[in-house]
């Protein structure tokens, strides 16, 4: 009888430890990074800062989601992504509700500044193609329909007197199917918006006869573009970045940064600072353009104001007085 009765109690203890042990699985509150398509650096930068997360927030579970930038503004906006990486000045037209964004997103902060990044005008170094006005009558790729950086092509070709009417064919494309296509000769231009070195323009570099070009932008049109966008720079990107770059390239860009709900707890955003900024190493193997990434960066040219959970952050260890 005691046999049984010490029997019971220890199964009872068991199931008080698996409720225990399954209750607090289960409590772990589902978090989402909406990153980028395959071929670009987003999507795995969007895996190393979920993995951070992940490994030094308590109580959350984090995943990666593919997405591209406007979809990502709006996603958080809409509650649909916890955070999101963007480009500074899809930021600030998103606030205002401008450009593409049909009305004003209320509900996104920032987070970090990650790095600079230009949109790249990529054709073939045996190409006829010598500066954006020869694109007229061309195949293009310029990106995801609806995308920041398909809209910034727009208002590139716009400023040079061209449209897409002008084009022989669009394709809307992620980065690694134009890639392809070039490749294959059946586009003339691809346009992603996204580091240097880029993966996919060195991929497609080495594999044509004499590599690729990247086609630069005179300072009276990249006037004229900051007439259109403020949050739009100079990047300038230097010669033998690819095969077949020989001479550096003027490009216009932005800031990629990382997002977040405004809505979302102080705490946690925070928290998720704090893991971003004690952890840097770990999403700087990512692309060696975030390997010199500081805190002091992180804080600069968002287009959109810090949440209050990384501003608290940013001030206690100095980098915003």
């Known amino acids: 009888m005691k046999n049984s009765k010490f029997h019971n109690a220890f199964l009872m203890i068991l199931v008080l430890l698996f409720c225990s042990c399954t209750g607090s699985v289960f409590a772990a509150e589902n978090l989402t990074i909406a990153s980028g398509k395959a071929g670009g650096t987003w999507y795995p930068m969007g895996g190393a800062i979920a993995d951070i997360i992940q490994n030094n927030v308590d109580g959350y579970n984090m995943s990666v989601m593919q997405g591209t930038g406007d979809a990502n503004i709006i996603g958080v906006d809409k509650k649909m992504y916890t955070l999101g990486i963007s480009f500074s000045f899809a930021n600030a037209d998103a606030v205002l509700g401008k450009a593409q964004f049909k009305s004003p997103m209320n509900n996104i902060a920032g987070l970090a500044a990650l790095y600079p990044a230009p949109l790249q005008i990529v054709v073939r170094a045996d190409s006829d193609i010598k500066t954006i006005e020869d694109l007229k009558g061309k195949r293009i790729a310029p990106g995801l329909k609806g995308t920041s950086g398909e809209v910034l092509v727009q208002n590139i070709l716009k400023v040079h007197g061209l449209s897409y009417a002008d084009m022989s064919k669009i394709e809307h494309l ?139 952050y940013y001030r206690e260890i100095g980098v915003i007085k």
């Open 174 to 312: 992620a980065y690694a199917d134009a890639a392809m296509l070039m490749k294959d000769g059946h586009i003339d231009a691809f346009m992603p918006f996204t580091t240097v070195p880029a993966p996919v323009i060195q991929d497609t570099a080495i594999s044509l006869p004499k590599g690729v070009r990247l086609l630069s932008l005179a300072q009276d049109k990249f006037d004229a573009l900051k007439k259109l966008n403020d949050g739009y720079s100079s990047l300038m990107v230097p010669a033998g970045q690819y095969d077949g770059q020989e001479t550096e390239s003027v490009c216009v860009g932005s800031n990629n940064v990382v997002i977040c709900q405004k809505s979302l707890p102080e705490k946690l955003v925070y928290d998720m600072t704090r893991a971003l900024v004690e952890n840097q190493y770990r999403f700087a193997n990512v692309h060696k353009v975030v390997q010199s990434w500081a805190p002091e960066y992180a804080v600069k040219d968002i287009g959109v104001p810090l949440h209050p959970g990384a501003l608290k």
